[in-house]
């Protein structure tokens, strides 16, 4: 990689930074403690943070105003990779899961919701895991996953509410994330499930060429073809 784009990455916010030393210059994490700490004070991670409301919600909820809810601001802080042991986002984590589990073991998108999502789903686990919610509080959700994924081994939003045929490949990565961040982290429960589970989602998606029709062998969607920052924003969920 050329030097002036690996001097334009570090000179950004802390959280590029530490990930282009991280991850594209091989550097130990225990070289970047110091640079790591830095994304929760400045830049991105600050601007984030300097949101949160006294509940420790962000937005107007959950789930509202879309981009800007606590789901996906601290799905954000997870990816800006700011330190796990933040205290007010494992909060916020935990006052989720305590709140807003549905009965079926799912997260409802609010208080009053008639039933959870299973994009969401994976994205919680996602974001849940790396601020180490604790396991007695993600089995219900983990039984839920298990049992909403389709025998071509992904999994479908529309799941749910009524019968699907085909999964989805926005929802298949987004609970491949989620299960992935579980089982990095060391958490037990279900994993030989789960672990299978990913081994077939990731075989879903490679039949797909990650990005095409099994059927036609057509580009399922421009917006797969584009890098974009957050990646939901430039297609359809």
């Known amino acids: 990689m050329q030097n002036g784009l690996l001097d334009y990455l570090l000179s950004g916010d802390p959280s590029i930074a530490y990930q282009t030393r991280k991850y594209l210059l091989g550097d130990k994490e225990k070289d970047l403690s110091q640079l790591r700490k830095r994304i929760a004070l400045e830049g991105y991670g600050k601007m984030f943070l ?7 919600s962000f937005g107007e909820g959950f789930y509202a105003p879309k981009w800007v809810s606590t789901n996906y601001t601290l799905l954000d802080l997870r990816y800006l990779e700011i330190e796990r042991e933040t205290q007010s986002l494992a909060a916020s984590v935990k006052d989720i899961a305590v709140n807003l ?17 299973i994009c969401v789903d994976g994205m919680f686990l ?5 601020f180490a919610l604790e396991e007695s509080l993600l089995k219900s ?7 909403e994924q389709l025998p071509d081994g992904g999994f479908n939003c529309q799941s749910k509410t009524r019968i699907v045929h085909h999964s989805s490949m926005h929802t298949t990565l987004s609970v491949l994330e989620g299960i992935h961040e579980y089982l990095k982290h060391g958490y037990l429960y279900r994993k030989v499930e789960l672990e299978r589970m990913e081994k ?10 990650l990005f095409r029709s099994d059927k036609t062998g057509e580009i399922i969607s421009p917006g797969f073809l584009s890098i974009s920052y957050p990646p939901g924003g430039s297609t359809t969920s």
């Open 141 to 147: 959700l983990v039984d839920s996953l298990i049992k």
């Open 200 to 209: 077939e989602g990731r075989e879903f998606l490679l039949l797909h060429n």
């Open 126 to 130: 996602n974001y849940a895991t790396y």
């Open 101 to 117: 589990t549905d009965r079926d073991g799912g997260i409802r998108l609010s208080p009053h919701g008639k039933s959870s999502d």
């Open 50 to 56: 300097e949101e949160q409301n006294e509940d420790l």
